[in-house]
């Protein structure tokens, strides 16, 4: 047999062994994310969220400059198929702008919802990962927002379900003087559009205690924006 033709075998039989290899480490990283106690552990939620806001955030303590970071939490625009349909158009046509010499490939960069006293600060980065939008929501909008569960399905739903059975999604509806801004955040710091695959427990229970800190706090501040903290069902 031609040692070329071994190739796609080796490959295929790699790839499966990734998968199989991933999957058992997701299985092994859920059951013992699913056995913490939440409610233990949600004492420490100020100690994580200082912590992660050092190690992993250190440009939100930037931009917020001198105001403090009460809560904070990882937020997604909201994708569904008419909005994928628009973009295949918006870059099709941009790709014709230049007859054809550019790919255009519409991309969902992170966001970042910071609690900060009774306002709301919404970051939104570019492509380099560089905050280039700040937006500041006052206790008048706020008290005119919604939040309310949302399903999970798709790649939100695999996104959750990787992080254990109590992690779940929101729609948080925020008001502004025009048409509402419409995110999607999860009860755990969660990206949706960046595809990972978490494997450290502890570190997904740090970000699951920092996510239901951030609802407790939004609740607490505004009763129109308070959900059933999931920590508390576990």
């Not at 299985?27 to 992660?52: H, R």
């Not at 999860?186 to 990972?196: A, H, K, R, V």
Request: hydrophobic share 40%.
């Amino acid at each position: 047999m031609n040692i070329y033709s071994l190739i796609p075998i080796v490959c295929i039989i790699l790839s499966l062994g990734y998968w199989f290899y991933t999957k058992n480490k997701i299985s092994q990283q859920v059951q013992t994310v699913d056995s913490t106690d939440f409610k233990a552990e949600f004492a420490n939620a100020t100690l994580y969220k200082n912590q992660f806001l050092i190690s992993e955030l250190p440009f939100l303590k930037k931009a917020m400059e001198q105001s403090p970071i009460d809560a904070f939490n990882y937020a997604n625009t909201e994708h569904n198929m008419v909005d994928a349909l628009k973009d295949g158009v918006k870059d099709k046509l941009k790709g014709m702008a230049t007859l054809g010499t550019v790919r255009f490939t519409t991309v969902a960069t992170p966001k970042y919802l910071v609690l900060s006293g009774d306002k709301l600060h919404l970051f939104d980065t570019d492509t380099d990962g560089e905050i280039d939008k700040h937006l500041i929501f006052e206790p008048t909008q706020l008290k005119n927002s919604r939040l309310a569960v949302y399903p999970l399905e798709g790649q939100i739903k695999a996104q959750a379900q990787a992080r254990g059975k109590n992690v779940k999604a929101y729609k948080l509806s925020l008001q502004t003087d025009g048409k509402a801004i419409e995110l999607i955040l999860y009860s755990c710091l969660i990206f949706t559009d960046i595809p990972e695959t978490p494997v450290d427990a502890k570190e997904t229970v740090k970000a699951i205690v920092i996510a239901n800190d951030f609802l407790k706090r939004l609740g607490d501040c505004y009763p129109n924006l308070k959900v059933a903290l999931p920590i508390e069902e576990s």
